[in-house]
């Protein structure tokens, strides 16, 4: 029979809160929606743990559940378990399906990619993939890989049979990141997910249960009814009236859009904001960013910085759980190790719903030898091939990438914009870049607000977020192009009051009369 992986408990009984004993949080979990059992028991004399595993084999029978028996061939065995789990110090697969019954379950702990094209070739059932976060239920003999890890590994398992779970640190607040994340550009998707403390821990393990199972199942619906959508076709015509009709939604509904950024800019960014509509709020502490989650249009996180991590963190966590879009401007990322670290951390705990940055700054999340950064400026001639860097990247990271530069290029991995306006000016004024995405994220305010009202809060399209990148980014680049024309601009100084004026009186009919873009597939 088919094996759902959907919700896999691994237990710990020492884990188990005071007065709750191990059966009794067993079988509330399975009523509650666990889907595959897994006893794990490292400490366990080898009587003791064939005690355990019967017990455990005449509930899960009961619930008609499968029992998988971590490590110990011989124990599975003793209680007719469904499968094994084995690490990769454990008994070879070959060794142990010698010893097993046929059709019996054989899942493979894998860290990286050698681990999974090793189980590939030992004809596995499953792999466990992970750990995916930080996790205190076990010492971790390999490096948390991250949820941005896992699709490069799920990519290798395309064309086969092989079923994968997600572990480590999984809990409910982190979930659907995991699943979101947890996509090969291929579409690849996890099968199911692996918990261990967040249901064994629990005082109400019956409820855990039945609401990771339905967060799983609710994504899967939704995942499966986008793929059936048709594919939204961008053209130039219907790009800049989108962008236009963006402009509408900014001026009439008047965003809250929650910046975390560098000292530098904070106050041009703030008149910026203003300027197209919107309204801005500059909060970096901790414990204002769940409150002001549920009442912001869009949340930009710049890290010119790096002075507010634990407030980053936070604001994006809780912007992602109100589904609001989130606008990463990963500032001089390549200037520091602690930047790519900080970077690297950021992306692997909330979704960005846009990535924008410089050639040196996406050149450095993607890892690419075509450009290098001096401080927070790029060096070298840039991407050989821009279009396809920001569209690898976009699918790489599951949201819209925008590449900033003398031409500007946005991708939602699937569609490429050029976008061609622009003045030599904003390359001599502190913070150009940083209004750029200040634009960014009221644009996708706005995107937001539409797509709320047309679907239901929150029922965000990807093609909001192409709109919303590339509507601030037509906004600055139009408007700088009027301001360095106007009589009284001599030089930088007189640039920047006139490019917040620009912005002030910006028109929808302007953008569609002014924007130079291309789209492209």
């Keep these: 029979m088919p ?90 697969v070959c060794t142990a399906r010698s010893l097993l019954p046929p059709n019996t379950i054989i899942g493979v702990s894998c860290n990286n990619l050698e681990h999974v094209q090793q189980a590939i070739k030992d004809c596995v059932d499953y792999v466990g993939i992970g750990a995916v976060w930080p996790t ?58 692996a918990v261990v403390s967040e249901i064994v821990a629990s005082r109400e393990p019956f409820k855990i249960s039945g609401t990771l199972r339905d967060t799983f199942a609710a994504w899967n619906a939704y995942t499966m009814k986008q793929e059936a959508k048709p594919s939204v076709v961008y053209t130039t015509e219907n790009v800049k009236s989108g962008v236009a009709d963006l402009m509408h939604v900014i001026r009439t509904t008047n965003p809250l859009i929650h910046q975390i950024t560098n000292v530098v800019v904070t106050n041009q960014s703030a008149n910026a904001t203003l300027a197209l509509g919107a309204s801005p709020i500059m909060a970096t502490a901790p414990e204002e960013m769940e409150d002001l989650s549920r009442v912001l249009g869009a949340l930009l996180i710049n890290f010119g910085t790096i002075k507010d991590k634990e407030g980053m963190i936070l604001a994006g966590k809780y912007a992602n759980r109100e589904k609001k879009p989130v606008v990463f401007d990963p500032v001089g990322v390549g200037a520091t190790q602690f930047r790519r670290k900080t970077a690297a951390q950021l992306l692997n705990t909330w979704q960005a719903s846009v990535i924008k940055g410089n050639a040196g700054e996406l050149g450095a999340l993607a890892e690419s030898q075509e450009v290098q950064a001096k401080g927070v400026d790029s060096v ?21 990438v925008a590449l900033t530069g003398k031409t ?43 797509a709320s009202t047309e679907n239901g809060p929150g029922m965000l399209v990807r093609g909001d977020m192409l709109l919303g990148a590339v509507g601030g980014i037509l906004a600055l680049t139009i408007a700088a192009e009027a301001a360095a024309y106007r009589s009284d601009v001599r030089g930088s100084g007189t640039f920047l009051p006139a490019l917040i004026d620009e912005l002030y009186n910006l028109k929808p009919e302007t953008v569609l009369e002014k924007a130079r873009i291309q789209v492209t597939s």
Excluded at 48 to 76: G, H, M
Excluded at 137 to 165: C, E, F, H, M, Y
Excluded at 418 to 435: K, Y
């Design 408 to 450: 500007d290029w946005v991708s939602d991995g699937t569609t490429v914009v050029r976008l061609d306006n622009g003045h030599e000016l904003l390359g001599d004024i502190t913070g150009s870049g940083c209004m750029v995405g200040t634009c960014i994220a009221t644009f996708c305010a706005a995107a937001w607000t539409r």
């Design 136 to 193: 205190g239920t076990k010492q971790l003999s390999n490096p948390v890989i991250g949820v941005r890890g896992v699709g490069p590994l799920l990519a290798a398992l395309d064309g086969t049979t092989i079923k994968a779970v997600a572990i480590g640190g999984i809990k409910s607040d982190n979930l659907l990141r995991t699943l979101h994340g947890s996509i090969s550009p291929s579409g690849h998707k996890l099968d199911g997910i």
């Design 3 to 92: 094996i759902d992986y959907s919700l896999y408990l691994v237990t710990g009984r020492d884990l188990l809160p005071e007065g709750t004993t191990y059966l009794e949080s067993l079988e509330e979990s399975l009523r509650g929606g666990v889907t595959v059992v897994q006893i794990r028991e490292k400490h366990a004399g080898t009587l003791e743990f064939l005690d355990i595993a019967r017990q455990s084999k005449t509930l899960c029978d009961k619930y008609q559940v499968p029992l998988i028996i971590n490590d110990r061939v011989d124990i599975a065995l003793a209680v007719s378990a469904d499968g094994v789990h084995l690490g990769q110090t454990d008994m070879p």
């Design 380 to 400: 070298g001639i840039g991407f050989a091939d821009p279009a396809k860097a920001v569209k690898d990247l976009a699918q790489r990271e599951r949201c819209v």
